[in-house]
């Protein structure tokens, strides 16, 4: 109700009360105290309460990207790809979808352990994971008030840490991870890649010890750089739900020269039903935490998705391009406000 409203429906609930005009304007007070009331009443929107299907979706592919990092795309194993990334020249989109929304990887081929890097002819997936598709789709619909973003996803898998609640303890459980940036040019073009590197654990270079993501431009920074990055939001925000059996939890951590764990500011809701996921991610728009990315209303985010099925972990997952998602902006994904 906008302010303008609220003074006349309070002036009119004192008229029917049978207070008088004349006492009223004598005796402003009584308005604004009353509009206070009206003001502060105004429900608030909970996630369970939007009718998601009115709630524009956008159905993102996925796909297995095997030991692609970003030391990959920035060199001659990439092909012809190399260049542009590493001279910031195209996004990985430009390349790998047409405009008629076809994608140019040979996810299929990866994740069987068949596709070949161009210069070294070393397999872009040496541990081939059999019976799993190269691609997935998640629909993605986001909506948001004055307070909070909520943003719902859904993804078809196959329910194996619903059915055995264990597989959490060791990492494996399902799960989807969203890492969000919105003043990082190279994570607008390439998404999760710029934090995939080759000597983290799994991948081909690492050398035995526990390493995890982080972004490759605050890789061996000063702390007073490290610090700069934080406070000027130049780091990567990551939002992770996964089903322990039917109990959905989250993780709430950020990306800069290191994988940090942070002040979980993360609720969520979800379910397992016909094959298919269904998450509901709240969090406010501004936490107040300086290690949380803050959300404006008229301006957008880009986000990138990633997804673990099967017992499967670390490396061993989807990923998606990354995709711009608008608060009353223009966007990939476009977010409706209530």
């Given at each position: 109700m906008k302010p303008g409203c609220q003074a006349r429906f309070a002036q009119k609930f004192l008229l029917n009360l049978g207070i008088s005009k004349s006492t009223i304007t004598s005796f402003p007070f009584?308005?604004?105290?009353?509009?206070?009331?009206?003001?502060?009443?105004?429900?608030?929107?909970?996630?369970?309460?939007?009718?998601?299907?009115?709630?524009?979706?956008?159905?993102?592919?996925?796909?297995?990207?095997?030991?692609?990092?970003?030391?990959?795309?920035?060199?001659?194993?990439h092909g012809t790809g190399a260049p542009p990334v590493k001279t910031i020249k195209k996004a990985c989109v430009d390349c790998h979808v047409g405009k008629d929304g076809t994608y140019d990887i040979n996810a299929d081929?990866?994740?069987?352990?068949?596709?070949?890097?161009?210069?070294?002819?070393?397999?872009?997936?040496?541990?081939?994971?059999?019976?799993?598709?190269?691609?997935?789709?998640?629909?993605?619909?986001?909506?948001?008030?004055?307070?909070?973003?909520?943003?719902?996803?859904?993804?078809?898998?196959?329910?194996?840490?619903v059915a055995d609640p264990s597989l959490a303890k060791d990492k494996k459980a399902d799960r989807i991870s969203v890492q969000i940036a919105n003043k990082i040019k190279?994570?607008?073009?390439?998404?999760?890649?710029?934090?995939?590197?080759?000597?983290?654990?799994?991948?081909?270079?690492?050398?035995?010890?526990?390493?995890?993501?982080?972004?490759?431009?605050?890789?061996?920074?000063?702390?007073?750089?490290l610090d700069g990055y934080l406070s000027q939001g130049q780091f990567?925000?990551?939002?992770?739900?996964?089903?322990?059996?039917?109990?959905?939890?989250?993780?709430?951590?950020?990306?800069?020269?290191?994988?940090h764990e942070d002040n979980n500011d993360l609720s969520a809701t979800g379910s397992f039903e016909g094959g298919k996921y269904t998450v509901v991610i709240t969090r406010k728009l501004a936490t107040g935490d300086a290690k949380d990315i803050t959300l404006q209303d008229g301006k957008d985010f880009s986000i990138g998705i990633s997804v673990h099925d099967n017992k499967n972990k670390g490396r061993k997952h989807y990923t998606s391009f990354p995709l711009s998602v608008g608060l009353s902006t223009a966007g990939d994904v476009k977010a409706k406000k209530f």
């Open positions: 009584l308005t604004s105290f009353l509009t206070l009331i009206v003001f502060c009443a105004a429900p608030i929107v909970k996630a369970a309460d939007i009718d998601w299907g009115q709630v524009e979706a956008k159905n993102i592919k996925v796909f297995y990207p095997g030991v692609a990092s970003w030391e990959f795309l920035t060199e001659k194993d081929k990866i994740i069987a352990g068949e596709l070949k890097k161009v210069k070294s002819g070393a397999p872009l997936e040496p541990e081939p994971i059999a019976g799993m598709k190269g691609f997935n789709e998640v629909a993605v619909q986001a909506a948001y008030d004055a307070e909070n973003i909520y943003l719902r996803l859904q993804w078809t898998g196959s329910g194996a840490s190279t994570f607008n073009m390439f998404g999760c890649f710029i934090s995939c590197h080759d000597d983290e654990t799994g991948m081909p270079k690492n050398s035995g010890e526990e390493k995890k993501l982080y972004g490759y431009y605050a890789a061996g920074k000063p702390q007073d750089k990567v925000d990551l939002w992770e739900v996964y089903f322990e059996g039917p109990e959905v939890k989250t993780e709430d951590e950020y990306i800069l020269e290191d994988r």
